[in-house]
Antibody, heavy 120, light 109 residues
Framework: QVTLRESGPALVKPTQTLTLTCTFS??????????VTWIRQPPGKALEWLAR???????YYRTSLKTRLTISKDTSKNQVVLTMTNVDPVDTATYYC????????????WGQGTLVTVSS | EVVLRQSPATLSVSLGERATLSCRAS??????LAWYQQKPGQAPRLLIYAASTRATGIPARFSGSGSGTEFTLTISSLQSEDFAVYYC???????????FGQGTKLEIK
């Protein structure tokens, strides 16, 4: 059974760095072609893809946020970490991690999401 | 970058009736299009991939069609549990980039 769970702070101050962790089970990021992505959704708005990390440690970022995002993995812990620097109130959103593969282009399993509010 | 435009923004349909949701792309691409259902307070759920293939466990009343720039999600006979927001999503292979539409809210008429 595949599960993903996001964790991180619920409240972050503007200009701070946000660190989110995705802990998953039921699959391994050492499996060929496997990938984990981060997607966010501001309140009442649409979904927005942020970043992807692949089994071979290839990393891809949303172009507009590339300078602020870093994605990494700890295969032994079944975790993927996303950091976002210099956060702003517009970064307030529910952040999801989701599974995909290099050959698939859709997200078949999602975490339940974690709401992050950026406010002073 | 491909932009996906979904229409209508809100669709009001009665129980048992058919709902047709549209997703139009700004550029033609392969049939690498997926549809998701999202209920309030929940994560999105994969419904359809490759434009027309139902994901595991998705009822047959959900169907997808289309190619190029025009894609459609049809729900043949609406059940109460189908009222939700629906998103389409496409994938750009290189550089890897995923784009979602702005969503269609399906509500009870």
């Amino acid at each position: 059974q595949v599960t993903l769970r996001e964790s991180g702070p619920a409240l972050v101050k503007p200009t701070q760095t946000l660190t989110l962790t995705c802990t998953f089970s039921g699959f391994s990021l050492s499996t060929r072609e496997m990938c984990v992505t981060w997607i966010r959704q501001p309140p009442g708005k649409a979904l927005e893809w942020l970043a992807r990390i692949d089994w071979d440690d290839d990393k891809y970022y949303r172009t507009s946020l590339k300078t602020r995002l870093t994605i990494s993995k700890d295969t032994s812990k079944n975790q993927v970490v996303l950091t976002m620097t210099n956060v702003d109130p517009v970064d307030t959103a529910t952040y999801y991690c989701a599974r995909t593969t290099k050959k698939l282009y859709y997200f078949d399993y999602w975490g339940q999401g974690t709401l992050v509010t950026v406010s002073s | 970058e491909v932009v996906l435009r979904q229409s209508p923004a809100t669709l009001s349909v009665s129980l048992g009736e058919r709902a047709t949701l549209s997703c139009r792309a700004s550029l033609s691409f392969s049939s690498n299009l997926a549809w998701y259902q999202q209920k309030p307070g929940q994560a999105p759920r994969l419904l359809i991939y490759a434009a027309s293939t139902r994901a595991t466990g998705i009822p047959a009343r959900f169907s997808g069609s289309g190619s190029g720039t025009e894609f459609t999600l049809t729900i043949s006979s609406l059940q109460s549990e189908d009222f939700a927001v629906y998103y389409c999503q496409q994938y750009n292979k290189w550089p890897p980039m995923y784009t979602f539409g702005q969503g269609t809210k399906l509500e009870i008429k």
